[in-house]
């Protein structure tokens, strides 16, 4: 409260001072009779004095900006009590001491009790005020525990400080009552309302400290006149009574060292106070249980105990209404979280936990079990094109349609993400029935957006002695088949049936390995002017030098690499060596040499945030010019979402020409020629084959030749430059060239290569360098659609 501790210390000093000078001249009157009674009236008041003029000063120190208004309201009404009081006994003394031949009989003169009496009430309703935070919960508790504690201890000094007096020998006077009276009344408020506070901008030890300085001084004045009548009044007034204003000094000096004090719990504290009360209060009942007259003081007591009864039964009543409300509450949590820790969260649906849970305990048992594991089909594509809030409700939606076509008696999972399971038991189970039932449910549009949806199912049944894993597994080895073999259909596990399946797992854990050895190489499919077969680019594809298998097969490793994320750095190893290779060949042929390079870009690596930034690196790096690579995109990688076509859209403007790979094979061809920002189109090959037989059917030809011819015409419409695939024959190149293509790539034109090899067929194209052997044989004679890899 204070900055000034020196000078509130002085403050004390003084106090304590006029307290002592009390008690010395109090001896010596009884002792030896010096002086006369009357000047045992004067002590009070000038420690009183003292003790205002310290508030006062502590308050002046104080800046109003620092102390909380709850504590300067407290110390303004403390400092307004302190004064009445001072003036009420500065009252008394003056009439004592003109009146010094009449002090045994004189009373306080009632204007003087008036002040005082005002002083002690001023004194209670500041303690009252300071608030008392607890939570609204505890609030009835804490009211009840404060009204049982006041009236206890309350009644408990009306039997052993107020009845006393009003029965002694020698009774005290009205006023003298009132205030001995008040003063117990404002140490029993006060010792009610610390016992539930734990810190706040009155400090509770300068409370305690306040209401003793009314109530100690209230009590043994109490016990003095009981025990010793009139002549009490000279200790009551030249020591007992100076206390007070030395306690209001210290209270002021806690104050100012509030916030070094550690804060407590109230509860701890507080809870035990009614208690204590029922104890206290028992004593005058005892006493009249011993033989202790049944006098109306007792009587009193008596009703105040029956209260305090009354009310610790309604507080007992009530604890135990909430201690029920807090166990239901209790129990519904304990449920609820039993609940969430076995179900999922968005479907409400058992969870992967609960899943294994229930497996195991089926196995254990014997019976027959049966796992269904429904993997949803291209579920990633919803979420990237309609978002993922879209995706969630059709789980949800697909959780409802599981749940409706399953059998109550049979639990339905969601294992995590867009797989769910089934747990069949009992013999009459019919586990092929029941996907059949679902993919018939898939057949229709699913949810609030009336959205298609496709399940691959696999299902696994347990043979003696499986366990929950290996169920598992065969399950989910079932679900691979299943959409390796098309997607929206069921397989049903049989032995033998994981080998393939592990082993291309495995190869999916090698490709980190085979990454990290440099097992990778780049291979080159020359594209050609059909015209007059010159090269004039090339398409950069990847094979893989496996150290004990030998060549693994693009179509092998490729969608291992797309299902574990490896497509990614592999892609990025293959964009580097392109740019790298591609400026070679033209250091060493010009820019007439070769044209462009390009390479296929996978879905997967499109979505990879940092993508757009590898492919400015590479070429920043190699000196690549922009316009020289070429990216070909397939047109399901263009159809991912807009984080794919953002990185397309950033590409283009960087200078970069993009293919639309394997065109026409697709369901929105045409209108990606517009949406994309495609350079070039590619022919698939599927609409090459066959374009060269001459049956002497002119209409069947035609036919044959239709959609090259539509893409040819549409092509140059829009402006795009067209690249013939898979071309496998010199009549093809032919029928090509009567439609309008110019440029081509295929076996017939040249198979894969090693760098090496293009630049032989470059410098013998320049007219450099002496025929070498066949370039076409470098590429180890591999089928035209094991060659593209999508990278």
């Given amino acids: ?326 166990l239901r509450i209790a129990r519904i949590q304990e449920e609820r979280l039993q609940h969430e ?18 497996l195991t305990a089926a196995l254990a048992a014997n019976g027959p079990v049966t796992v269904l594991v429904i993997d949803l089909d291209d579920f990633k594509t919803v979420n990237d094109l309609l978002g993922h809030g879209v995706g969630d409700r059709l789980l949800v939606a697909v959780a409802r349609l599981l749940r409706a076509e399953t059998p109550d008696d049979h639990l339905v999972v969601r294992v995590g993400g867009d797989e769910f399971a089934v747990l069949l038991t009992g013999v009459a189970a019919a586990p092929e029935e029941l996907a059949r039932r679902l993919l018939d449910a898939f057949a229709e549009p699913v949810g609030e957006h009336r959205l298609l949806v496709q399940a691959s199912i696999g299902i696994a049944t347990a043979a003696p002695g499986a366990t929950v894993d290996s169920v598992l597994r065969d399950a989910d080895v079932a679900v691979f088949l299943a959409k390796q073999r098309g997607k929206a259909g069921f397989v049903c596990y049989v032995d033998g049936m994981a080998e393939p399946v592990l082993a291309h797992m495995q190869l999916g854990g090698e490709l980190r390995q085979a990454l990290d ?4 190489r780049v291979v080159y499919q020359p594209i050609v002017r059909l015209d007059c077969n010159r090269v004039i680019g090339v398409e950069a594809l990847v094979r893989w030098h496996h150290p004990t298998r030998g060549m693994v097969s693009p179509a092998d490793f490729i969608p291992a690499a797309e299902r574990t994320g490896l497509i990614v750095p592999l892609g990025r190893f293959v964009l580097r060596e392109t740019c790298r290779q591609a400026v070679a060949w033209l250091a060493e042929f010009g ?18 945030p940092g993508f757009v930034s590898d492919v400015a690196a590479a070429l920043a790096d190699t000196g690549l010019p922009c316009e020289r690579l070429v990216l070909e995109v397939t047109e399901s990688a263009v159809l991912r979402g807009t984080r794919v076509s953002r990185a397309l859209c950033e590409l283009d403007r960087m200078g970069i020409r993009l293919a639309l790979d394997d065109f026409g094979t697709g369901e929105s061809s045409l209108s990606l020629l517009r949406a994309f920002p495609a350079a070039i189109v590619k022919l698939d090959k ?96 591999r089928d035209a659609r094991a060659g593209r890899t999508g990278i």
């Fill in 517 to 520: 050895n440099d097992e990778f």
């Fill in 341 to 358: 820790a076995g179900h999922d969260g968005l479907t409400g649906l058992a969870n992967r936990a609960l899943f294994r849970e229930r």
């Fill in 686 to 781: 599927s609409f090459v084959d066959g374009i060269e037989i001459d049956d002497g059917q002119p209409a069947a030809a035609d036919a044959r030749k239709a959609v090259a011819r539509a893409v040819i015409q549409l092509a140059r419409a829009l402006g795009l430059d067209t690249v013939a695939e898979g071309i496998e024959s010199s009549e093809q190149v032919a029928a090509l060239l009567d439609l309008g293509y110019t440029v081509g790539q295929g076996y017939h034109l040249g198979q894969p290569m090693t760098a090496d090899g293009v630049s032989r067929l470059l410098a013998l194209q320049r007219g450099t360098a002496p025929p070498a052997e066949n370039a076409r044989d470098s590429g180890r004679g």
């Fill in 1 to 326: 409260m204070t900055r000034n501790g020196l000078g509130l210390t002085t403050y004390v000093r003084a106090t304590v001072a006029v307290a002592a000078l009390g008690a010395v001249w109090c001896v010596a009157f009884l002792t030896t009779g010096a002086g006369i009674e009357a000047f045992a009236y004067v002590f009070v008041p000038v420690g009183g004095a003292t003790a205002a003029v310290a508030v006062r000063h502590a308050m002046r120190e104080t800046r109003p900006g620092e102390a909380d208004p709850v504590a300067r309201r407290f110390w303004r009404a403390v400092l307004a009590a302190v004064v009445l009081i001072t003036a009420g006994y500065a009252w008394l003394a003056v009439d004592m001491l003109t009146h010094a031949d009449q002090v045994r009989t004189r009373s306080m003169p009632v204007p003087a009790a008036a002040l005082t009496a005002l002083g002690f009430l001023l004194a209670f309703v500041a303690l009252a005020r300071v608030p008392v935070v607890v939570p609204g919960a505890d609030r009835w508790r804490i009211a009840l525990d404060r009204m049982i504690a006041f009236l206890g201890c309350a009644a408990v000094l009306w039997y052993v400080g107020l009845a006393p007096m009003l029965s002694a020998r020698e009774p005290w006077s009205r006023q003298a009552m009132l205030l001995v009276g008040l003063g117990l009344l404002v140490a029993v408020g006060a010792a009610t309302k610390v016992s539930y506070i734990d810190g706040g901008p009155v400090d509770r030890v300068a409370m305690r400290l306040v209401a003793a300085a009314g109530g100690i001084p209230a009590g043994v004045v109490s016990v003095l006149a009981v025990q010793f009548g009139y002549i009490a009044s000279v200790p009551a007034q030249a020591i007992v009574m100076p206390l007070a204003p030395v306690l209001i000094t210290l209270a002021v000096v806690a104050q100012s060292r509030a916030g070094r004090r550690p804060p407590r719990d109230p509860a701890r504290h507080g809870a035990l106070l009614p208690y204590l009360v029922m104890i206290l209060i028992d004593v005058p009942l005892i006493a009249v249980a011993l033989g202790a007259p049944l006098r109306w003081p007792v009587r009193v007591v008596l009703v105040a105990a029956v209260v305090v009864t009354a009310l610790v039964m309604v507080r007992q009543y009530l604890a135990s209404r909430e201690t029920a409300r807090l």
């Fill in 591 to 608: 820019p007439d040499g070769l044209q462009e390079a390009g390479l296929n870009v996978s879905a997967r690596q499109l979505h990879d």
